[in-house]
């Protein structure tokens, strides 16, 4: 039926006489092709110009790729290369981990200096703190390059006084110690070592906490946002978290007292499929509350993206008031009065790639 297919296209004379000009026409697939994705390039763009049902054929074709095992792929293909899932992820390096692929455009920018407006303005009303978080979108594992060199654009553009600090990855053996296979976020060693460098940020002096043991979701697999996002199920993983003993306190979610995230599900709260990073951590609120009730510490706000949810109560525990703002959900756009309402003596940015330059994080 596949032969069949191709070749419907092979005995064409590539030419619209209706339209008067030369139709795009397939070109017969090799391997190489389609690691690199020329072929499937060609291929979508061949359908769309010679099928009037080419959006059928292309779902069509995208339902039987999803099947393709990007494991078993010869390593003399895949050594120290990437291997494209689609236009946004790869699998590098023969690995069984997707990662993200980016090239800032003007958008990304144009972004960046919508939000550089109020991160300035936020220097000027507290003690602030960026943490820049590199994931695999930033870094370019087969050139050894750095796409996006956030640290570099804060530290040239933010103006007054303000800290900067940031995670990063120099590897890709590094990479896959500190954030999921299957996933976009960092997992449990990797926002453990954010949260000790967040602390060395905000608060030297003080002791970090220690985690107690490792608990495990094993019932189903994980399957994380990218593996979801590509429908790559032979990349699901086991889903890890840290234990730790926390001081006793009140969270809030948008004004209600609610507990926020659940580090101890029960049997049948853990369903196939899951968004597991979302039950234990907690998922994407407008505003969170953490009230350790410590009058005698300082109130901090966080702006983050989801790579804060695993850390959020951790840091919280060093204060009096924690208040964390997911700027996708939340309707504050006044930083000013919002900081001078809530007593707000700290401010940290978890500066990741997200929300630097997504345009979903613009005030």
Same mark, same amino acid.
Request: charged share 25%; hydrophobic share 35%.
């Given at each position: 039926? @596949?032969?069949?297919?191709?070749?419907?296209?092979?005995?064409?004379?590539?030419?619209?006489?209706?339209?008067?000009?030369?139709?795009?026409?397939?070109?017969?697939?090799?391997?190489?092709?389609?690691?690199?994705?020329?072929?499937?390039?060609?291929?979508?763009? @061949?359908?769309?110009?010679?099928?009037?049902?080419?959006? &059928?054929?292309?779902?069509?074709?995208?339902?039987?790729?999803?099947?393709?095992?990007?494991?078993?792929?010869?390593?003399?293909?895949?050594?120290?290369?990437?291997?494209?899932?689609?236009?946004?992820?790869?699998?590098?390096?023969?690995?069984?981990?997707?990662?993200?692929?980016?090239?800032?455009?003007?958008?990304?920018? !144009?972004?960046?200096?919508?939000?550089?407006?109020?991160?300035?303005?936020?220097?000027?009303?507290?003690? @602030?703190?960026?943490?820049?978080?590199?994931?695999?979108?930033?870094?370019?594992?087969?050139?050894?390059?750095?796409?996006?060199?956030?640290?570099?654009?804060?530290?040239?553009?933010?103006?007054?006084?303000?800290?900067?600090? &940031?995670?990063?990855?120099? @590897?890709?053996?590094?990479?896959?110690?500190?954030?999921?296979?299957?996933?976009?976020?960092?997992?449990?060693?990797?926002?453990?070592?954010?949260?000790? =460098?967040?602390?060395?940020?905000?608060?030297?002096?003080?002791?970090?906490?220690?985690?107690?043991?490792?608990?495990?979701?094993?019932?189903?697999?994980?399957?994380?946002?990218?593996?979801?996002?590509?429908?790559?199920?032979?990349?699901?993983?086991?889903?890890?978290? $840290?234990?730790?003993?926390?001081?006793?306190? =009140?969270?809030?979610?948008?004004?209600?007292?609610?507990?926020?995230?659940?580090?101890?599900?029960?049997?049948?709260?853990?369903?196939? $499929?899951?968004?597991?990073?979302?039950?234990?951590?907690?998922?994407?609120? !407008?505003?969170?509350?953490?009230?350790?009730?410590?009058? =005698?510490?300082?109130?901090?706000?966080?702006?983050?993206?989801?790579?804060?949810?695993? /850390?959020?109560?951790?840091?919280?525990?060093?204060?009096?008031?924690?208040?964390?703002?997911?700027?996708?959900?939340?309707?504050?756009?006044?930083?000013?009065? $919002?900081?001078?309402?809530?007593? /707000?003596?700290?401010?940290?940015?978890?500066?990741?790639?997200?929300?630097?330059?997504?345009?979903?994080?613009?005030?």
């Amino acid at each position: 039926m @596949t032969a069949g297919f191709f070749s419907s296209f092979r005995g064409k004379t590539g030419v619209s006489i209706t339209e008067q000009r030369q139709l795009i026409t397939l070109k017969s697939p090799t391997f190489q092709s389609f690691l690199d994705q020329t072929f499937q390039t060609n291929l979508e763009e @061949t359908l769309a110009d010679q099928f009037p049902m080419s959006g &059928k054929i292309k779902n069509f074709a995208s339902t039987i790729l999803q099947f393709a095992d990007y494991k078993k792929i010869p390593s003399f293909f895949c050594r120290n290369r990437y291997v494209y899932v689609n236009d946004s992820y790869a699998v590098y390096d023969c690995s069984d981990y997707l990662v993200g692929m980016s090239e800032p455009d003007e958008e990304f920018f !144009a972004n960046f200096q919508n939000h550089l407006k109020y991160y300035n303005v936020l220097n000027s009303i507290a003690d @602030t703190y960026y943490y820049v978080l590199e994931n695999s979108s930033s870094y370019d594992f087969e050139n050894h390059r750095l796409v996006i060199d956030a640290y570099s654009l804060l530290k040239e553009n933010l103006q007054g006084d303000y800290h900067l600090g &940031k995670f990063q990855h120099n @590897t890709f053996e590094e990479y896959q110690k500190y954030f999921y296979k299957s996933d976009h976020h960092w997992n449990l060693y990797g926002s453990y070592l954010g949260y000790t =460098e967040i602390m060395k940020l905000l608060k030297p002096e003080d002791e970090v906490l220690t985690p107690e043991g490792i608990r495990i979701i094993s019932k189903y697999p994980f399957y994380g946002s990218v593996a979801k996002q590509t429908r790559q199920w032979n990349f699901g993983e086991v889903f890890q978290y $840290y234990e730790f003993s926390l001081p006793e306190h =009140e969270e809030y979610i948008d004004g209600k007292l609610k507990n926020y995230g659940n580090y101890n599900p029960k049997d049948e709260d853990i369903k196939a $499929y899951d968004n597991y990073y979302a039950l234990v951590y907690g998922g994407d609120e !407008a505003e969170i509350f953490y009230d350790f009730k410590k009058d =005698e510490k300082e109130n901090l706000l966080i702006l983050a993206s989801s790579y804060s949810n695993p /850390i959020n109560r951790l840091i919280a525990s060093h204060f009096n008031h924690t208040y964390v703002l997911d700027l996708r959900h939340s309707s504050v756009s006044d930083f000013r009065q $919002y900081v001078e309402e809530h007593d /707000i003596d700290k401010i940290l940015v978890l500066a990741s790639p997200e929300f630097l330059f997504n345009a979903r994080f613009n005030r």
